[in-house]
């Protein structure tokens, strides 16, 4: 039942928009410096290029994925969502984002990887989603029976709060002088919070699919293998980021939970294959609805990270792509291929009014999904071989020097650099397409 | 009274959650187990953390294979280096290829030195030095 308030989801899905236009540029740019060293040393260097890059991708899907969240509960509260508080939170966001662009652009660091903004602007970020905490489940309250999406929701946001608290435990010099604890407790935080967005964002998922379908046997927010499904993505949130730091030399235990844990996975890849089939002849009939073709893009991008992910998380097989561009593959392709895949078929569903989402999308738009779809192989394929030649160097008893090693992955950066303006162009026709949707309706 | 419904999803949820904080903690304490001797000695280097984070070392560089790509991972280049901290002072000082001039300040240098020495302390993060058991897990060897 719909409320009579505004979808307040929407205005987060916008900002999220500014956010991952930046978040390419910067990643285009930092990609340059792989090839021409001295582009931009004596101004940005990568020293800021890389954080304006992660960060905003980062913000573009947590953002994105509040949006998502807020939008699908407007859709499922019977009453109406807590607006105020969503203005709350975004002028908290707005906060954080000032003073963190203006962190990076005055060089003025002090964080830890992926958050290298100076701490004090982590305190509106986390105020934010207190205030958000509190929104969902005072809209929550209302709905007598959960579907498994709510459930990830609030299991998102939940650990995301916690997460991003633990994210600043090494401000405390207990943490920050023992360091094999303090590299422990932030692969923690890194690999559980990525695992938290994944809640949100397939939440997302399967709150779109159901909307989508007009198959009432084939929804899924009720089905015992859905929340069978969430229980071990949950299980894996919490104890599977182990496989990060195999190398750190930290207990066993951590290490030998990560590795059992992570194989739970071929649970998930098997299901996926096993679907296949099922899916295709789906795909066929809703191919036109851009919202469901990004979806399908999802499932493909899911049955390629995974399968590499499993593979990463064998010990012996992590030897080898730890520490490489193998890695950077698989955080772009889950990145691109998955979280932005999901964010943009809710911008397709929320974005646009329902009288104006057709089944005949303009030319432009498809031409814009296939040439994201093949940027993101080509992408994925430059930085697993450069990835590999790296990992070879790395067990080579005659290494050569790091600089001479990097010099003959350059034909693989210069790939990845075409790709990346590739998927920059691509994603822009989807912004500006939003953007002017947006514009056209109002607010 | 009015008794509470816990539906089956929520007690797993709950029993997942204890498992995790216990988890989590087990973590926390880990810094506990370590002598005061050995916690004045780690003083210095864990300023030397903050100094690595504040020029956003971790931006090109690695410890342990974790950070960026563009540099060399750093975890053992005091070892790689001789043990000669005027040419870690130099690395700071003369940039190279991409990597620009630092005007550290000299207590930023003995912290951040401090701190270098502390990470190849730990162990070796050459993936060289690593044996591999027969159950697929692999183990440093080599210290």
Known sequence: ?443 | MKSIKISVPAIFFIALCLLFLVFSFSIYLKPYSISTFQKNEFELAGKGRLVWQKYNCQACHQLYGLGGYLGPDLTNEFRKLNKNEDALRAFFKGGMKQMPQFNLSKEEEIQLIEFLKSTDATGNADPRKYKILSNGMTEQYEK
């Open chain 1, 1 to 443: 039942m719909k409320s009579k308030v505004k979808n307040p989801g929407k205005q987060f899905i916008v900002l999220a928009l500014f956010l991952l236009s930046i978040g390419l540029i910067a990643g285009v740019l930092s990609g340059l410096i792989y090839i021409v060293p001295e582009f931009l040393k004596e101004s940005l260097g990568f020293i800021s290029l890389r954080p304006l890059h992660v960060s905003s991708v980062m913000f573009w899907i947590i953002i994105g994925a509040t949006g998502c969240v807020y939008s699908g509960m407007w859709y499922l509260a019977r009453k109406p969502v807590i607006k105020v508080l969503s203005k709350i939170q975004m002028a908290m966001w707005l906060i954080a984002l000032i003073g963190i662009y203006g962190s990076y652009l005055t060089g003025n660091f002090g964080g830890r990887e992926y958050w290298e903004f100076n701490p004090v602007w982590a305190l509106p970020i986390a105020l934010s989603w207190v205030v958000f905490l509190v929104g969902f489940i005072s809209m929550a309250k209302s709905i007598k029976r959960w579907p498994v999406y709510v459930w990830m929701w609030l299991t998102g946001i939940i650990f995301f709060l916690f997460i991003f608290s633990e994210n600043y435990l090494w401000i405390f010099p207990y943490f920050r002088e023992n360091f094999v604890t303090d590299m422990t407790i932030q692969w923690k935080v890194n690999g559980s919070l990525v695992g938290s967005l994944n809640q949100l964002l397939y939440g997302t998922s399967f709150f779109l699919m159901d909307r989508i379908s007009k198959n009432e046997n084939a929804k899924i927010g009720f089905s015992k293998l859905a929340f069978g499904m969430y229980f071990l993505g949950l299980t894996n949130l919490m104890f599977n980021w182990g496989h990060h730091i195999y190398n750190l030399p930290t207990d066993n235990y951590i290490r030998y939970v990560a590795y059992i844990v992570s194989m739970t996975e071929w649970i998930f890849f098997v299901k996926i294959i096993y679907n296949w089939k099922k899916q295709l002849t789906e795909f066929k009939t809703y191919y036109s609805f851009f919202p469901y073709r990004f979806l399908m893009a999802t499932e493909f991008w899911v049955f390629v990270n995974m399968g590499q992910a499993i593979l990463m998380s064998i010990p012996v097989l992590n030897l080898y792509t730890h520490g490489t561009h193998v890695t950077v593959a698989h955080s772009m392709g889950t990145t691109i291929g998955i979280n932005s895949m999901i964010l943009l078929a809710a911008g397709f569903m929320f974005l646009i009014p329902k009288t104006e989402q057709t089944n005949k999308p303009a030319r432009i738009l498809s031409i814009a999904y296939w040439s994201l779809q093949i940027s993101l192989v080509l992408l994925f394929v430059s930085l697993d071989i450069a990835g590999f030649k790296k990992g070879q160097w790395q067990l080579d008893p005659n290494q050569s020097s790091f600089g001479t090693m990097m010099e003959t992955l350059r034909p693989w950066f210069i790939l990845l650099v075409i790709s990346g303006i590739g998927i920059m162009s691509s994603f822009t026709v989807f912004i500006v397409y939003l953007l002017k949707k947006v514009l056209k309706n109002g607010k």
